[in-house]
């Protein structure tokens, strides 16, 4: 019981220690009244058409990494169809094709061959083109000289001029009136869209031409051996297993990938 008492007179006298240290109601120093201050000038709106502007070209002027390589995948994307429509290797390969078929060889070379060849026959016969697109529009664009539309424009001549050389008159003139567009005044006036057509159908008409010519020794040498075969009475053997080996023989003799390559060649070089 005493020790009870002891420890509520502890607890009283601890509770009124911390009343007498605890911080008074009222302050110790005098409140200082804010002076009020002016307001700020307020800034001035921007100026209309002074937003946010992109800037797609480098400090000298020459398009950013990141726009060279879109362009970059973009072309790769269009290659393709600019290759088939644009360049020599359409004609290139249907020829190419033709002489196969007219060897009676459907599968040999193949085509991973004859578009391989192709495709380096067309970069040897574009070779200037390219060079001149290189020259005249890349490189002045890549250098920030030439804005994208100026490259465009004079990147595209050399190609106009290329396939207005090798497009006859007659195929333009039917894509012309087929478009239902006025008569140019000048070839250089006719547009892609209208040239392209054009020259893809004198390419294929002229593609046709060498296969024909390719075709009728060849075919010479089938009538021969049929003949033979008929006269022997060996009508159930198959010509072609005769024949073959007689045209292969002939097409090395004339060394006929040669004289093609030289045809095809030629047919631009003097165009």
């Known amino acids: 019981m005493a020790a009870l008492v002891v420890v509520i007179v502890a607890a009283l006298i601890l509770l009124v220690a911390s009343t007498s240290h605890a911080s008074p109601l009222v302050p110790t120093e005098p409140i200082v009244p804010i002076v009020p201050v002016?307001?700020?000038?307020?800034?001035?709106?921007?100026?209309?058409g002074a937003g946010l502007t992109v800037e797609i070209n480098g400090p000298n002027g020459a398009p950013s990494s990141a726009i060279v390589t879109l362009i970059g995948i973009t072309l790769l994307s269009v290659a393709p169809a600019l290759l088939l429509m644009m360049t020599s290797f359409t004609k290139i390969f249907v020829v190419l094709a033709m002489t196969r078929n007219a060897l009676a060889l459907p599968s040999i070379p193949p085509n991973q061959v004859l578009a391989g060849l192709a495709l380096f026959l067309s970069l040897f016969i574009m070779a200037p083109v390219l060079t001149d697109i290189n020259t005249e529009a890349l490189q002045p664009y890549l250098n920030g000289s030439m804005t994208f539309d100026d490259a465009v424009t004079t990147g595209s001549e050399p190609l106009r001029t290329f396939m207005l050389a090798h497009t006859r008159q007659e195929d333009l003139a039917l894509m012309v009136r087929a478009s239902d567009q006025p008569n140019p005044a000048n070839p250089a006036a006719v547009s892609l869209v209208t040239l392209i057509p054009a020259f893809m159908i004198s390419e294929l008409r002229a593609a046709f031409?060498?296969?024909?010519?390719?075709?009728?020794?060849?075919?010479?040498?089938?009538?021969?051996?049929?003949?033979?075969l008929m006269s022997m009475g060996m009508m159930m053997l198959p010509p072609v297993m005769i024949s073959l080996p007689f045209k292969i023989l002939l097409f090395i003799l004339v060394d006929g990938w040669g004289l093609i390559i030289t045809t095809l060649v030629n047919?631009?070089?003097?165009?």
């Open 38 to 48: 002016d307001p700020a000038v307020p800034t001035p709106a921007a100026t209309p």
């Open 209 to 228: 031409i060498i296969g024909f010519v390719i075709f009728i020794p060849f075919l010479v040498i089938d009538l021969v051996v049929s003949a033979a």
């Open 267 to 271: 047919s631009y070089r003097g165009g």
